[in-house]
């Protein structure tokens, strides 16, 4: 991208300031200025770090959002105990050369205590995760539409590990018309396959090798899918026994749907996402990979 310009992080903590150095930061690039957001909820780690590589790819100004959103946690949920290594943020969010840093408090997103307004996307946001955590989703699209204001993106990064919430997103981002395009870059894993998480800190050590058995179940759905077999019901069937197999796991759901919709398929000839959460112990962990359209001609 174009010659960096702006030479240090610069953080700021209020909405007027953010949205001014988002300003500050075009008017010094030009009128062909791109510029990348990536929210996070901080506890950064190789996941959020993959996001803000591809934005520096991509953009000439890239900003990270760091808030911890009160309102997308339910009563009786982590938000008190949800790590906040405010000191290792910041330095990881410079040694990648992030322009600009955004880290407000709750007091300044929500200057009444709680949103006096809504992003709601009730159908797809009441599928998968938002079945589970009502609310959830109307939380997250009113937080992401909030930054997608403040800070004014061409384009915002997020992972493929949040799949529900991405298509929230895409379904906000059509349906009202926002000027920017949304960047879903791969899940980031472990070596042995775990899906890479901030709440993956929680886990002891044998919590951590039960969780495995979400990637063992998503990899027994891929392996049967590439073998030919397309029926919904019977992929479903065979990732649930994989995770029943570990008896300390909770499976909140195990489904296939569409990727956009979140809507429940009879097969995956067209391509499916294939969603997991489950709770290890008192983590709650979510993963899944997509499954492309079958190959024409192929038996399935």
């Known amino acids: ?145 909030k930054l997608f204001h403040i800070v004014g993106p061409d384009l915002a990064f997020f992972g493929q590990k949040d799949a529900a919430q991405v298509a929230v997103l895409r379904a906000m981002v059509r349906e009202l018309d926002f000027r920017l395009q949304l960047r879903v870059c791969p899940t980031v894993r472990e070596p042995d396959g775990l899906a890479l998480s901030s709440r993956n800190r929680y886990l002891t050590a044998g919590q951590r090798s039960d969780a495995l058995v979400l990637w063992r179940a998503l990899n027994a759905v891929r392996a049967l899918a590439d073998a030919g077999k397309s029926d919904a019901n019977i992929l479903r069937h065979a990732m649930l026994r994989v995770l029943e197999s570990s008896p300390s796991v909770r499976v909140e759901y195990a489904d296939i749907v569409h990727p956009d919709t979140l809507q429940p398929l009879d097969n995956v000839r067209e391509g499916a996402l294939v969603a997991v959460a489950a709770h290890v112990g008192t983590t709650r962990l979510i993963d899944n990979i997509l499954l492309p359209p079958s190959m024409p001609g192929s038996q399935r």
Do not use: W
């Open 1 to 145: 991208m174009t010659t960096q310009i702006l030479s240090t992080t610069q953080m700021f903590s209020t909405i007027d300031a953010m949205r001014e150095a988002c300003a500050d930061a075009r008017r010094a690039f030009g009128s062909r200025c791109r510029l990348g957001l990536v929210p996070t909820m901080g506890a950064l780690h190789e996941g959020h770090l993959s996001l803000i590589r591809a934005a520096k790819r991509e953009c000439d100004v890239v900003a990270v959002s760091i808030f911890v959103n009160p309102a997308q946690f339910a009563p009786g949920e982590d938000f008190e105990r949800y790590p906040r290594p405010v000191e290792c943020d910041s330095a990881l969010l410079e040694a990648e050369g992030v322009d600009l840093v955004f880290a407000p408090s709750a007091e300044e997103m929500y200057p009444h205590g709680v949103p006096q307004a809504f992003v709601d996307v009730p159908d797809i946001g009441g599928r998968l995760d938002g079945q589970f955590r009502p609310g959830h989703f109307r939380a997250v699209a009113t937080v992401v539409a």
